[in-house]
Each structure stands twice: as C-alpha cells, then as structure tokens.
C-alpha cells in the first residue's frame, strides 16, 4: 500500500481503523497491550536530506536518528494500531507511516487517531515544538518529548506549562542528574538507548594484534574530533605503525554549510581539525589517518571487528554526550573506549570500566599510549566493557522498558537511586533542592545569577 502524501481519505482511513479495527490478529484481552497499540511517532529526518529506511544497519545514521527510527520499528512490529507520522517518506513505503509538513500537524492526526501517546525527539530550537506545547490540551495523547540533545531552560518551561500532560523521556540518568532543577523532571523517565546485541558482537579476531585507532562520530565541533587530531603527532611519533580510522563525516546530521576544499567536513571545521595534520587529506594520511567518511553500521561493524580502540567525542565542556551510541557499540564488540571524563560517558562507558575517559588533552595522550603500549588491559576493558553494555543496554531489556512505559497509565517514575552518584554534577544537591521549588522562583533565582555572574 503506498505512502499517503494527500490529506484525504487514507487519513480518516487511518484514524477510522485505530478505533474500529475487528482485525483478529490485533485483538488482545491485555490492557497493557491495548494501550502500547496506540502509540504515535514523530519522525523527522528532512536533516538528512537522503532517502531512508526502517532498516538502521545499511545506512548512515546518528544516534538520535538510528534510536529514533529503530523504536519506531520496534512498536510498528507490536501492532497494527501504531501511527508513524514522518515529514518524509522512508525508501520501502508502509501502510501505517503518513507523511506531515510537522509536529503540530502530526499531534493533530493522532488526536483523532486517538493515540494514546505522542514520541518526538526533542528539539530546543525548534518553533513547532514550542507551539505544540501552547496548543496542546489536556484530553490528547501524552507528550513524550525525547531529549537526546539536553534541552534548553526556555523549552523545558514552555513544556512545563502546557495544558497538555508531559514527560521527558531522559536517555541517561546522569542527563536527568543535571536536569533535576527544572520542576518538569518531577514527571520525566529514564529511557536509555539501546544496541541490538544480535547485531553487534564480535567474532573470534584476536584485537590484541591489530594497530588502529577507530574514531566514530560526526565531524562537527560538537563532537570534538579536534581534540584528537591535536593530540595524534604525539601518538604517531611514538607508534608510527599505529593508524587512526575516521568514521563520521560532516553529513551524519545533514549538510548545514558547504564542504571544505579537502572533502573532509564543512569549510569552517576542516581547516581546524586539519591543521595539525599537516593541512591536507594527503599530509594527514602520512601520519597514518583515514578519514573513511559518514559510514554505515555494517561498515563500522566490521572495522570494530578489526580494531583495537575506539574514540568518541572528547569533549570536556560545552557539548557533552548525553548517552552515546556509537561507544556501547564498539564496547559490544569487545573494543575499549576512550573518550571525555564528563557527559554521559562516565554511565556508559565508565572510567577503567569500558575504557579510559579524559579530563583533558593530556589524559588523551596518555590513555591512548597506555592502551597501544598494553593489550592485556585491551582485552580486560574490552571484555569488561561488553559485560557492562549487554547488561544494561541489550535491545529486550530497554524495549521492554519502552513497551511499559507506553502502556501504563502513568509514565515511569525517573529511579533517580543511590546508584550511578558518580554521575552527578558538582552542584547536584543544589538543583535537587532548586527543582523542588515553584518554577517562578527558579527562573528567577537563575537570572538573578547570569545578571550577577
């Protein structure tokens, strides 16, 4: 059946079918089940500006989209009664995904779908969402904004107000940590994402053997491959058999300005992260980097499988991971990470846990040499950390999760416990005490000190 792209009578088909369908196959006496049926998904990938499927393995993607798209598959697969409303159509057409021009317009159709539940990834900049928010009422779905990416204080208190009922869903609990200020984490949940572990695991390669350094994330400042790149002369001087694989390219999120003269990443990024490399792709391919471009899952499945270490954002200020896909995938494939001693990482992959985490460009040098010069603590890591990430994050356990949260009546509470405290911000006491208060007094409390500070 193919994709609607006018507003007619496959949308009131739609909404007709949620509420009317005798299809035996969808009949259950389970309550729960009834209501996981009627979960509604937002999927906007226009970002990509490419074609893209409901398999995440052969393509390109971030995090936040595979996370996106591989839930969204997962609840399309429990039932026939659950409504995908994407801004653009995925390559093999589907009878329950309908295409939207956005949020608001999407909301409006699971309304009358009556979806029981509204999943978005959550966008701070974005002006629908926040009209989404002010329009929204009561009687609708639940919201479940989807923050992969933190949200800004003025989206969190635009969503706080709304007539309609809002839960955040977190990815981490060190996310929901730093967001316990605000009074709107009263009703959030954490949601980790998760790794398909049919999918990702290693075969018998002994890692201890290979001489590469893969690097997996988008080439964006906010990923913080710079801080690798000024750091990488110091490794190569002293491994000059060492090589280091770049998987990630400037268009993993979608191209926001023009490419560099060396087709690496956008103009204004490329000549920074060059740089120390001598300035091109050929000086830098001297000092053993490969720069392989945004690659697909299958591809960096099969580089992890031939690598000994794996780096991700090193970031230590400004933009943090708030979960990281790409290091439990490489920690499920036996492979220590290393990667910034702040964000998400210190719950995901754990200092001397799954890897070696850096508070600073030396502590990048000196974790990336140690790992070279010592396998047997490769191999300890990496097994460590493949225990540590199917425990957490295999695909049953956080779907599973994801399946009761959509069914019960109310959310999840957060489970924000004693465990993971390492993962609190310096002034965590500070903003549990602060998310306690009316959110008046917080937003006034926070200009009073940006006015001050």
Known sequence: MPICGARGVRWTRLC?????????????????????????????????????DFSVDDQALSGTDSSLIAVTSHFLSLSKETRVFATTPPRTSHPQVVLVSGVQ??????????????VFVARSSSVEQEQ????ASGPGPFLFPWAQNT????????????????HLICVSHGQGFHLCWHPLSRSAVVVPNFLDSNFWHPITIDGTKSTAVVYIGALKPSKGFH?????????????????LLVCGGADLYGKTEAMGAQGVAESSYESLLLKPLGGSRESASAMGVNFLGSVTKEQIRNILRQASIAVVNPNTKGSLETFCVAAIEAQAMSVPVVGARAGALLETVGHEYGGLLAANRDDLVRHLSRLIEEPQLRQRLGAKGQMRVLARYAHHTILSRWERLLASPEPLTMGLGPSGTENHPPDYKIRRLLGRLPLGVVELIKSLRAHWL
């Open 105 to 118: 317009e999407a909301y409006e159709w699971a309304q009358k779908a009556k979806s029981r539940s509204f």
């Open 227 to 243: 801080h690798l790149a000024d750091v990488w002369s110091r490794i190569w001087r002293r491994h000059p058999t060492w090589k």
């Open 132 to 135: 989404l928010f002010k329009s």
């Open 151 to 166: 949200p800004s204080s003025r989206y969190l208190g635009i969503a706080y107000r709304s007539r309609a009922r809002v």
């Open 16 to 52: 007709t079918d949620s509420t009317d369908s005798t299809d035996s196959t969808d009949s259950t006496d389970s309550t729960d089940s009834m209501n996981t049926s009627k979960a509604a998904f937002y999927v906007d990938l226009r970002h990509l500006d490419r074609p893209w």
